[in-house]
């Protein structure tokens, strides 16, 4: 291995949106030579790749320490890589020769496993507080997208309390690099109240890389057998809680677990074993979506379910939902046009569900939208209604699918990647106990213009 002076000026690379190294300084070109790579190919060191890949999928910039193999030994790096319009900018320092990475559990993470063994959900975070991971349930439960808050402040999610000594343990923890346990908090979405613990972890220098944390609801679910719901078609209430308890937590340990793999935080890894892990983190994603969807279902096949009756803004709702939404649609190339922020469109229903189909409906917009293409959100009362337009670019549905695609497990064409065909099922009945409908205008090549309405409120 070459010893490269760390006092060096920093060494600049561009990897492009398909993964191949199509600038590089000397120094990293010759790295990546060394490592079976050239330019205009994929790059062929996997630590640099996988942090690529990251910053590329978040939208933000990343800077972390990195081992790399150099010949028969190993070389520290401090990579900075950020997204760019033709792909992902490099900025590289450090270059310090150091003896080869060796396997070993830190105490920080021996730790980590046991405090989240025993949460509801669970949160990762990097070292400047930016969620990573989220295995909590999206939009139905917590009236946000998981997907879309990562990338964003931990600050974005919960807001922070103090505790019985007006103190607030998470920032002891982050100036002391230490385990932290019952700040108090509250969701923002929903404002329902939880209690966070966290403990640090470190890169392989030693430096603060973030924390590993859980989230304990102060509120918990209600236990599966204290009140069993009665039978509904197809699936009963015990059933469908059992099934939420026994895989909720597993699951958010299988996609925690996947994408540390994946990132190579433990040190290097063969890169299709990486890439076996992002496979792995993905499958387990929708698995957990589709937990969450038969729990939606369960709830809303009950003969006592009900919705709240609220004073609600659909034209804010509607700008939440595309909000939450952004970084899917960004990755997608997909652009959200929302309603003006002054325009308003007074409604009766449950602000969370109503959120709840929203994202369903301009998350399905965006799914199925071409790339550059435009998806519109509109608002308008009709009579005594009032109504928000999700309209598409896509490929759009036969007349002979649109109201098939409204029942349970149905889709268009089920070999498409997607959902599991219980969302828009579950939109609609939402919006129909809420005393509104969701209606559907498309032809093959036209589109879809879906239209979401509920009592408006005068």
Known sequence: MNVVDP???????????????????????????????????????????????LAQRLGILISRAVVA??????????????????????????????????????DHERDGDFLRSGADWLWESDAALRLTFLSAPAGARYGFDTAEMLGRPLTGLFALGE??????????????RQRFDDQRATLRPTGRAVRLAATPRTDRMGVFAGFIGAVHMV????APFEAPYPETKGLSGAFAMQLDAALRT???????????????????????????????????????????????????????????????????????????????????????????????????????RALQVLVNL????????????????????????????????????????????FEKFERVDPNEPGGNGLGLYIARRLARAMGGDITLDSAPGQGARFVFTLPYRS
């Open 163 to 176: 505790d019985k000594d007006g103190a607030f343990p998470i920032l002891g923890g982050l100036a002391m």
């Open 362 to 405: 301009i998350g399905n917009a965006v799914r199925y939208s071409p790339a550059d293409a435009m998806v519109w959100i509109r608002t308008e009362r009709e009579g005594d209604m009032a109504a928000v337009i999700v309209a598409d670019q896509g490929k759009g549905i036969a007349v002979e699918d649109q109201e098939r695609i």
């Open 69 to 106: 193999g150099d010949g028969d030994g190993d070389v520290d790096l401090w990579v900075k890589a950020g997204p760019a319009p033709e792909g992902v900018r490099l900025d590289i320092t450090g270059w310090r020769m150091r003896a080869a990475w060796r396997p070993g559990a830190s």
């Open 250 to 352: 597993p699951l958010g340990r299988i996609i925690a677990n996947a994408d540390s793999i994946n990132a190579q935080s433990e040190g290097p890894l063969r890169q299709d074993y990486a890439d076996y892990a992002a496979d792995i983190a993905n499958a387990g994603r929708h698995l957990m979506g589709l937990v969450d969807d038969l729990v939606d279902l369960q709830a809303i096949e009950r003969p006592d379910f009900a919705v709240a009756s609220e004073a609600i803004d659909l034209a804010d709702v509607s700008r939440r939902a595309a909000g939450l939404l952004g970084l899917r649609a960004g990755a997608a190339r997909v652009r959200i046009d929302t309603p003006p922020l002054d325009e308003a469109l007074p409604a009766t229903g449950e602000f969370r």
């Open 7 to 53: 006092g060096l000026p920093s060494v600049r690379g561009l990897i492009d949106l398909h993964g191949r190294l199509i600038e590089a300084d000397q120094r990293l070109n010759e790295l990546n030579a060394r490592a079976g790579g050239a330019i205009g190919q994929s790059i062929a060191i996997p630590e640099i790749a996988t942090l690529a890949r």
């Open 219 to 222: 509120t918990p679910e209600p």
